[in-house]
């Protein structure tokens, strides 16, 4: 993208009023326009080839072709611009937009309320809209470390650091792309996974139970949204319900082994925020100390940054998702230019180095101060 050009949006939606709320929110952008508009996905993918947006606002229901049809025609034609749906705050509009997002949609955005009055209902979307499109249009625009600082080897930048611990436990944060990238990631852990695996996913109350329903389908390992009180066991994956924080709490220890349950609290957010990444890893180096594994992957911001680093003085391990492979490398890239990852991995290999580490199939010892596996 030439610098000071404006950043081409091409808007989808059958109707005109949402048509013409997105262009009075995109017009408060100077450096937003509109390349198209479309009533359709059949007319949205014609123009997608002939205009090449730079992103696609999409509505998620739609007559001819609705927004999940149009996003699997977009990868079948090997169109590439990142999409974020439109969508109504109701079960059928939460659990199609959770499949439009696993389908390769980067992001979405609510409809705003019928109650709300014209120019709240702008400040609302524009409030929500405009940090998302600017994110995800400025991907290849990111400042990427020199090659001598480690990343082109998928090593993390600043002072090496073996991992030496073994983790009892995987904590992960995401946000945008997260369910596409979970719905790669997550089906390829055995059933016989040895550790729990606790997911912070920003997302509202509504999604995430849909999105662990989803999961649950996709995936070995026992998916389901973390309930407050429930223990935390191996072999099981907890999402992270929306509008709570997920933490851990003590419990009562077997064998000398950390035992941890699950607390949900709806205290502050945290880095704008609720559930927070950050609220997550810090109970978990708490309670599990240098036996925490934690995953930093894609998505807006910072949140899970300060986590991280909390993980590591504590002798845990961080891992974070490179920034090819990433929707939006906020996340990930805050932990990797800070130095707190040990490796960075695409996002296809992140669940082998987790498998790894666990230390499944191999023998795992530590020789010297070093984790051998």
Known sequence: MGQGRRKRILVVDDSAVMRSLLRSVLATDPTLEIAGTAQDGETALRLMETLKPDLVLMDVEMPVMDGLQTLRAMKGRNLRMPVIMCSALTQRGARVTIESLASGAADYVAKPS???????????????????????????NLVVLPLSQGLATGVAPG???????????VVIGISTGGPAALDVMLPMLPANFPLPVLIVQHMPELFTNILAERLKNRCRLKVHEAVDGEPVKAGFVYIARGNWHLALAQAQPIRNMPESCIRLTQAAQENHCRPSVDVLFRSAAGIHGAGVLGVVMTGMGSDGLAGAR?????????????QASSAVW????????????????PLNSIAGEIIRLAGMGRKVEIKQGRLVV
């Open 310 to 322: 909390l993980i590591r003085q504590n002798g845990g391990t961080v891992l974070a998702q490179d």
């Open 159 to 169: 002072k090496p650091q073996a991992i030496t611990a073994i983790p009892s436990i």
């Open 330 to 345: 906020g996340m990930p890239g805050a932990v990797a230019q800070a130095g707190v990852a040990h490796k960075l991995l």
């Open 114 to 140: 019928n109650q709300l009055g014209p120019a709240v209902a702008l400040e609302n979307l524009a409030h929500d809209l405009l940090p998302k499109i600017h994110a995800l249009t400025a991907k290849n």
